[in-house]
């Protein structure tokens, strides 16, 4: 089946520098999300790319889905506190989500 | 803001015993899911409901996992003889006012389950 893997598991930065995760699937996606999970939470949409080669900007984040749309990448430029948690890409159809492996970030003062 | 609720928020069992995990979802939505999520590993699709029946479900959902939607409101995930492994959170979800917003989903904040 499908198989969505995210490098790196575990980040830790201190406030204010970047921070990237890496999402890669072994097939080929219609479409890729991007969720956020806090500690203790529940996972939160944050976007969905389509396109191949697309780049979204949320503030501090870009998001970029890549050319053979087999990957995708999320940026936090200058990390803050409040970008804590784990940061999961997605990719399916509507009736099934595959999450990938998530990347956790732990940002210190 | 509209929001996807469940209940309880703990449910501790014996196993070999029956549970039964409450969702209400998004009212206008039309597509609801079930994930379950093992603490620090990642979140795994269980089953989708569409149009009052099964749309997908995964390996894991084998016969002991059973999903109703019995009235308008709520969602339910049913296992009929619970596990050791079965213990984790189970999250709901639910998307789909109309087609172009299927694939956002909302989630509910889980229910943590605990099988001794």
Same mark, same amino acid.
């Given at each position: 089946?499908?198989?969505?893997? +995210?490098? %790196?598991?575990? +980040?830790?930065?201190?406030?204010?520098?970047?921070?990237? =995760?890496?999402?890669?699937?072994? =097939?080929?996606?219609?479409?890729?999300?991007?969720?956020?999970?806090? %500690?203790?939470?529940? %996972?939160?949409?944050?976007?969905?790319?389509?396109?191949?080669?697309?780049?979204?900007?949320?503030?501090?984040?870009?998001?970029?889905?890549?050319?053979?749309?087999?990957?995708?990448?999320?940026?936090? =430029?200058? #990390?803050?506190?409040?970008?804590?948690?784990?940061?999961?890409?997605?990719?399916?159809?509507?009736?099934?989500?595959?999450?990938? #492996?998530? =990347?956790?970030?732990?940002? #210190?003062? | 803001?509209?929001?996807?609720?469940?209940? &309880?928020?703990?449910?501790?069992?014996?196993? !070999? $015993?029956?549970?039964? @995990?409450?969702?209400?979802?998004?009212?206008?939505? @039309?597509?609801?899911?079930?994930?379950?999520?093992? @603490? /620090? $590993?990642?979140?795994?699709?269980?089953?989708?409901?569409?149009?009052?029946?099964?749309?997908?479900?995964?390996?894991?959902?084998?016969? $002991?996992?059973?999903?109703?939607? &019995?009235? /308008?409101?709520?969602?339910?995930?049913?296992?009929?003889?619970?596990? @050791?492994?079965?213990?984790?959170?189970?999250?709901?979800?639910?998307? /789909?006012?109309?087609?172009?917003?299927?694939?956002?989903?909302?989630? !509910?904040? /889980?229910?943590?389950?605990?099988?001794?």
């Amino acid at each position: 089946g499908q198989q969505v893997m +995210q490098i %790196p598991q575990y +980040q830790h930065v201190q406030e204010g520098e970047d921070f990237t =995760t890496y999402c890669n699937s072994s =097939t080929t996606l219609s479409n890729i999300q991007w969720y956020k999970q806090r %500690p203790g939470g529940h %996972p939160v949409f944050l976007i969905q790319l389509v396109k191949s080669g697309e780049v979204k900007k949320q503030k501090r984040l870009t998001f970029q889905f890549g050319e053979a749309k087999k990957n995708s990448s999320l940026h936090i =430029t200058a #990390t803050q506190t409040t970008d804590v948690g784990t940061y999961f890409c997605a990719g399916g159809t509507a009736s099934k989500l595959t999450f990938g #492996t998530g =990347t956790r970030l732990q940002v #210190t003062l | 803001e509209p929001e996807v609720t469940q209940t &309880p928020s703990h449910q501790v069992t014996q196993m !070999g $015993q029956e549970v039964i @995990l409450r969702c209400v979802p998004i009212s206008n939505h @039309l597509y609801f899911y079930w994930y379950r999520q093992i @603490l /620090g $590993q990642k979140v795994e699709f269980l089953v989708s409901f569409y149009n009052n029946e099964i749309s997908e479900k995964s390996e894991i959902f084998d016969d $002991q996992f059973s999903v109703e939607r &019995p009235d /308008g409101s709520n969602f339910t995930l049913k296992i009929r003889s619970t596990k @050791l492994e079965d213990s984790a959170m189970y999250f709901c979800a639910s998307s /789909g006012e109309d087609p172009s917003s299927y694939n956002e989903q909302f989630f !509910g904040p /889980g229910t943590r389950l605990t099988v001794l």
